[in-house]
Each structure stands twice: as structure tokens, then as C-alpha cells.
């Protein structure tokens, strides 16, 4: 059974740093790409980063460019988003998902969710 | 940065009815579209991907499609356990951005 676990949100002050991890297993996670999704309160959801299965392509929304880095360690099966300089609005849900593609690359989506973790950036 | 414009924002409707959500993307995704099913407190489950494709264990209730700009999800015989947010989601260019959601509530 595919399982995604995130782990690491908390309470953190304005300007803080905080590391979120995501643990995969029933998949061979280093053939996968896979994606951080944030929510924030009552709000929907935001793409935040993208990271290829090697490690070596790497995106990320423009409301984290610069202060986040995504990151992965595939003999630990495992992916991380490192967050500093933490602004209110960072405050969300965070969520990792696998990504599957349809075909011979036609089409791709998100077919694995972790059940998230949750960011407060507040003082 | 391509835009996804989810209609309509909010609907309500009763068990038994059909509904139609309609998602417009700024430009041309082809067929790179997935919809998802979020209920409060959960990680969203997807339901669609290919803009029309079933994803495995989804009721066949779930309907979509679509290509190019427009695209709709279709929910028949809508059952109490259909009363969620959906959202659709463009996967075709970076950055990967998420439709702004509409939320199902019981009339």
C-alpha cells in the first residue's frame, strides 16, 4: 500500500525556519517525482514545489522562490521542504504528492497524498 | 502562469441530483487536467486525471471531460458521500496551478 507521511509543522515566529518531511513507502519512491501542495485556512489549494525523481529538476511558485528548498534522499525514501524566512501567509496546510503520468507522458496527476502537516507562522 | 477558472464557486444540491462543474483554463492544457475530491480535514483524492480518464476505485457516478480550455466534471445520482470540495488542476506547465475549487453542499 502507497503511504506518503509528512511530519515537522509546528509554531513557528515570523522570519523563523522550519523543515517538513515526507516519508513514501509501498512505491520505489526514486523512480518517482514528486510535489509539495499547501492549504491555507479555509482557503484552496496551492501548488509549491516540484521535484524530479533524480533530484536534478527542480520548480517552485513564485510566493516561495528564493526562501524555500525542496530536496529528496531517495535511499531514505524520503522529501523535504526547508522553509526560512517564514511569513504569516506561509501559514497552511502542507501536503506531499506523488505524481503519476497517464500513457507515454499525455498527461500527469497526483494520485498519492500524504495526510499533511500543519504550519502556523504567527508570534 | 496559466489560470484555472472553477465554475461555480459554491453549489447546492440534493441526493439523487446530477451536477456539472465546469473549469477554464487560460490557455491550452490539451488533456493535462485531474480533478480531485477534498473533504474537510483530508488530503484530496483524485478522481479524474486526463481531463476524462476514471482513476481506479472512483464510482462511475464521476464523469469528465474536456480538452484544449474547457472542461467539466460531471457527478450523476449524486450520493450524501459526494458533499465535498472539488478541484481541478492543469499539470501541463509550471507552475501547477489548482482551479479555485467548488464546494458541494446539500440543499
Known amino acids: 500500500e502507497v503511504q506518503l507521511v509528512e511530519s515537522g509543522g509546528g509554531l513557528v515566529q515570523p522570519g523563523g525556519s522550519l523543515r517538513l518531511s515526507c516519508a513514501g513507502s509501498g512505491f520505489i519512491f526514486n523512480s518517482y517525482e514528486m510535489n509539495w501542495v499547501r492549504q491555507a485556512p479555509g482557503k484552496g489549494l496551492e501548488w509549491v514545489s516540484y521535484i524530479s525523481s533524480s533530484g536534478d529538476i527542480i520548480y517552485y511558485a513564485d510566493s516561495v522562490k528564493g526562501r524555500f528548498t525542496i530536496s529528496r534522499d531517495n535511499p531514505k525514501n524520503s522529501l523535504y521542504l526547508q522553509m526560512n524566512s517564514l511569513r504569516a501567509e506561509d501559514t497552511a496546510v502542507y501536503f506531499c504528492?506523488?505524481?503519476?503520468?497517464?500513457?507515454?507522458?499525455?498527461?500527469?496527476?497526483?494520485?498519492?497524498w500524504g495526510q499533511g502537516t500543519l504550519v502556523t507562522v504567527s508570534s | 502562469d496559466i489560470q484555472m477558472t472553477q465554475s461555480p464557486s459554491s453549489v447546492s444540491a440534493s441526493v439523487g441530483d446530477t451536477v456539472t462543474i465546469t473549469c477554464r483554463a487560460s490557455q491550452d492544457i490539451t488533456t493535462w487536467l485531474a480533478w480531485y475530491q477534498q473533504k474537510p480535514g483530508k488530503a484530496p483524492r483524485l478522481l479524474i486525471y486526463a481531463a476524462s480518464r476514471l482513476q481506479s476505485g472512483v464510482p462511475s457516478r464521476f464523469s469528465g471531460s474536456g480538452s484544449g480550455t474547457d472542461f467539466t466534471l460531471t457527478i450523476s445520482s449524486l450520493q450524501p458521500e459526494d458533499f465535498a470540495t472539488y478541484y481541478c488542476q492543469q499539470t501541463n506547465i509550471f507552475p501547477q496551478t489548482f482551479g479555485g475549487g467548488t464546494k458541494m453542499e446539500i440543499k
Open positions: 504528492a506523488r505524481v503519476n503520468y497517464y500513457g507515454d507522458y499525455d498527461s500527469s496527476n497526483f494520485d498519492y
